[in-house]
């Protein structure tokens, strides 16, 4: 029996009784062909042939025996088609690879300027740099006015209501450390009082010969230690109202002057630059640094124009607070004082219910928060 000899099936070509290829089986093997492709690659871009003799055309597919469409094909080797070759080289054309072989940024990204990158060390830099001239100039003109060569922006008016105020708050000062000083000898006077009070009472109820005299100045010392300390409330009331006159107020007032008295050498500084810049010559050199000066020169003008403006305003709000102050102080510490050392127990009380001033109890402690709410 003789054998058949073994026949690839792709180079078998069936013919029809009239002489046409018949495309059953080239069908059949496409079909099966696209099953095992994988999904993102379509067969519209291969072009696949069942007898794999054209080596010329891409996208060729070559396969195995075609054992039918039953029986999974075997394993395909592919190469690429002309399409795909395309969108590699359109993509690799994007890429600037530079000589020394870093690749670079893609066209169609962003570009990013180095000179729009703000450096923070310059930034500093610049800042040190404008302090220190400013500082530069600021010295030298105190020097030239120290020294009596330079000129200064007075005016007269407001440095003399300045004046006032500064001698009035030393003159303040000293009535305030004198009348903490009378406070604390009252203090130690009404605590020696009562504790003679308590001595005087003790003897009395020992000593029954002299039961009445003893009773006598133990009632009288009581009565002072308790007259001395009501009039130690109203000194400590009248101690309070002044030290927040002279320590908070005044004291706030002369903070803005001496912003004032920056703001006023800062504005003679820079005049006087601009003076010495208007002597000289004026040329392409020049020109760009009087105008710069004349800049700087009018933005430290408003800065002293304000800031003397803020000077006056708080001068006057002081003065009419001060003498509002100081007229319902020194009149209570008046009247306190003389009903203390006239014995009127009733006036002196009545003092402090005027100005409504409370009196802690000797001897009981402060209210806590949950009893004060």
Same mark, same amino acid.
């Given at each position: ?15 029809? &009784? ?7 089986? /080239? ?15 379509? *067969? ?14 891409? @996208? ?15 394993? &395909? ?12 080289? !359109?993509?690799?054309?994007? =890429? ?12 169609? @990204?962003?570009? =990013? ?27 030298? !003109? $105190? ?13 007269? #008016? ?15 000062? +000293? ?14 006077? =009404? ?18 010969? *002299? ?24 000194? +400590?009331?009248?101690?309070? &109202? ?16 001496? !912003? ?14 601009? #003076? /010495? ?7 392409? +050199?020049? *020109? ?13 003008? /408003? ?15 002081? /003065?009419?607070?001060?003498?509002? =102050? ?5 009149? *209570? ?10 014995? +009127? !127990? ?10 409504? $001033? ?12 949950? #009893?004060?709410?």
């Amino acid at each position: 029996m003789a054998q058949d000899s073994p026949k690839n099936s792709a180079a078998e070509i069936p013919v029809t &009784s009239n002489g046409e290829v018949d495309d059953s089986h /080239e069908h059949g093997f496409n079909r099966d062909l696209k099953r095992s492709l994988p999904a993102g690659l379509g *067969l519209s871009e291969t072009q696949i042939t069942s007898h794999g003799f054209d080596s010329t055309k891409e @996208g060729v597919v070559e396969a195995g025996a075609f054992q039918g469409s039953s029986a999974p094909p075997l394993p &395909s080797v592919m190469s690429p088609s002309r399409v795909a070759a395309s969108q590699l080289a !359109q993509q690799e054309s994007d =890429v600037i690879v530079p000589a020394g072989g870093q690749r670079a940024q893609t066209k169609s @990204g962003p570009v =990013v300027l180095a000179d729009e990158i703000k450096n923070p060390a310059m930034e500093k830099l610049e800042l040190v740099r404008k302090w220190s001239l400013n500082t530069y100039k600021c010295t030298r !003109q $105190i020097i030239s006015e120290k020294l009596g060569r330079g000129s200064r922006t007075v005016d007269l #008016e407001l440095e003399a209501q300045i004046d006032i105020l500064r001698d009035n708050k030393k003159k303040y000062e +000293n009535i305030l450390r004198l009348a903490q000083t009378l406070s604390n000898q009252l203090f130690q006077m =009404v605590h020696t009082q009562r504790q003679l009070g308590d001595a005087f009472a003790d003897l009395s109820l020992k000593s029954l010969e *002299l039961h009445e005299e003893f009773g006598y100045n133990a009632d009288t010392q009581k009565l002072l230690a308790k007259n001395g300390e009501t009039l130690l409330g109203a000194i +400590n009331f009248f101690i309070a &109202s002044v030290n927040t006159l002279v320590n908070k107020t005044i004291e706030d007032t002369l903070m803005t002057v001496k !912003q004032y008295e920056s703001a006023r050498i800062e504005y003679d500084a820079y005049r006087t630059d601009l #003076e /010495e810049l208007n002597l000289g010559p004026r040329d392409a +050199n020049t *020109l760009p640094k009087i105008e710069q000066s004349q800049h700087l020169f009018q933005a430290h003008k /408003e800065k002293y124009d304000k800031m003397r403006n803020d000077v006056s305003i708080k001068l006057k709000f002081l /003065e009419e607070n001060k003498v509002k =102050v100081l007229h319902n102080q020194l009149v *209570l510490f008046h009247n306190a004082i003389a009903a203390y050392f006239a014995g +009127n !127990q009733k006036q002196l009380e009545q003092t402090l219910k005027q100005f409504h $001033i409370k009196l802690k109890t000797p001897g009981v402690d402060a209210p806590s928060w949950l #009893e004060e709410q």
